[in-house]
């Protein structure tokens, strides 16, 4: 990879702006259904909500929803976790689940790694326990034309695979190993 162009220096709110999906309420979830529904303590591994189909495909259509490839951020409990949205049916809890809606003026793989490098806990003017479309619009972060982004993430998405395919080796080379153990000393 050859990289010509200098890195510039911005604010995501340069790139876009913070979007959420429509409130849903307690009373509009049941405990089995049809579409899940993620809340923030659920975000990122099983729901244990779900809403209506009509409710889905309404608020789908009427308010903001992401987009596939986008990534979900968490802002409030452990903040600045991340799930890339594949375009599975799922809706996602308000103001606590948000996403750059940024119309592909920033590649989402490049965003995601660098979301993975903030620590966003330390952000000026932030509580603990909330990341506030303030504090992440006012980000900094420094990047190249889109192209060169595009490059970028998608290398550091082969090295992520790359990196989980040897600790799925490593995992089973242990098992082996204490299994021979056993066999050995017992």
């Known amino acids: 990879m050859v990289f010509a162009n200098a890195w510039e220096q911005r604010k995501l709110g340069d790139f876009g702006t913070v979007s959420m999906c429509r409130r849903i309420f307690k009373d509009q979830t049941t405990q089995n259904g049809q579409v899940p529904f993620y809340k923030i303590g659920t975000f990122g591994s099983r729901p244990d909500a779900f809403i209506s189909e009509e409710i889905f495909q309404e608020y789908k259509g009427k308010y903001p929803f992401p987009n596939v490839g986008d990534i979900l951020i968490s802002a409030a409990g452990t903040i600045g976790r991340t799930v890339e949205y594949s375009g599975e049916k799922a809706y996602f809890q308000d103001s606590n689940i948000v996403w750059l809606d940024h119309g592909g003026k920033i590649d989402n793989h490049f965003l995601k790694h660098f979301y993975s490098t903030i620590n966003w806990n330390n952000l000026e003017g932030s509580t603990i326990t909330r990341l506030y479309n303030k504090n992440l619009l006012d ?27 040897h600790q799925r080796k490593l995992d089973s080379l242990k098992k082996l190993k204490k299994s021979l153990l056993q066999k050995m000393f017992i």
């Not at 889109?146 to 998608?154: F, L, P, T, Y």
């Open 139 to 165: 980000t900094r972060i420094c990047a190249p034309e889109v192209g060169e982004q595009a490059r970028i993430g998608a290398f550091l998405e082969r090295l992520d695979t790359c990196i989980v395919l």
